[in-house]
T-cell receptor, first 113, second 116 residues
């Protein structure tokens, strides 16, 4: 049963610390997405990749966030330095092409104190 | 930019009854895709149903069906024979077709509670 995996599942850190979240997309999927979920903003797209190339990262605060796909089996989202307002659940999703279902990972709940 | 509106923040239904969740969207595109995702307390996002805008026939998946009204830009979800396991947040989502647009735009969600 193919699934998107994310680590860590939960992360508590202090303001100013670096946070790295990892995602393993489903093998063969060529698009990978990072979403952030908060009570106030709901689900919002941060960045996405197609065939490992970044297509859109306009939803991401550029000064502190970065997203990469070093290879087809790993996507990373890094926050440096972290701030309390970054507290949220971060989801990774993967899929094939336009119009098809995006499969979501279990999310990383980030708490920045 | 596309927007998705879910006007019902919370709803409740008795077990075995039918409930309809509303969703409207705004777009200038003619071809696109619409989705309903379910998020139970485990926080896992699960696809419930998918609709292609060029198809006039409403999508159906077992107890779940949609009422897709393209002219009105409305995409409601009907859950028949509600079960306790249907208790979750339900998100309506839009995916355009222009360019390399693969991203989902979500509504704010409707919290559905199924009561025994």
């Amino acid at each position: 049963d193919a699934r998107v995996t994310q680590t860590p599942r939960d992360k508590v850190t202090e303001m100013g610390q670096e946070v790295t979240m990892r995602c393993q997309p489903i093998l063969g999927h060529n698009t990978v997405f990072w979403y952030r979920q908060t009570m106030k903003q709901g689900l919002e797209l941060l960045a996405y990749f197609r065939n490992r190339a970044p297509l859109d990262d306009s939803g991401m605060p550029k000064d502190r966030f970065s997203a990469e796909m070093p290879d087809a089996t790993l996507a990373t989202l890094k926050i440096q330095p972290s701030e309390p307002r970054d507290s949220a659940v971060y989801f990774c999703a993967s899929g094939f092409t336009q119009g098809n279902e995006q499969f979501f990972g279990p999310g990383t709940r980030l708490t920045v104190l | 930019a596309q927007t998705v509106t879910q006007s019902q923040p919370e709803m409740s239904v008795q077990e075995a009854e039918t409930v309809t969740l509303s969703c409207t969207y705004d777009t200038s595109e003619n071809n696109y895709y619409l989705f309903w995702y379910k998020q139970p307390p485990s926080r896992q996002m699960i696809l419930v149903i998918r609709q292609e805008a060029y198809k006039q026939q409403n999508a159906t998946e077992n107890r779940f069906s949609v009422n897709f009204q393209k002219a009105a830009k409305s995409f409601s979800l009907k859950i028949s024979d509600s079960q306790l396991g249907d208790t979750a947040m339900y998100f309506c989502a839009f995916m355009g077709q222009r360019g390399s647009n693969y991203k989902l735009t979500f509504g704010k969600g409707t919290l559905l509670t199924v009561n025994p």
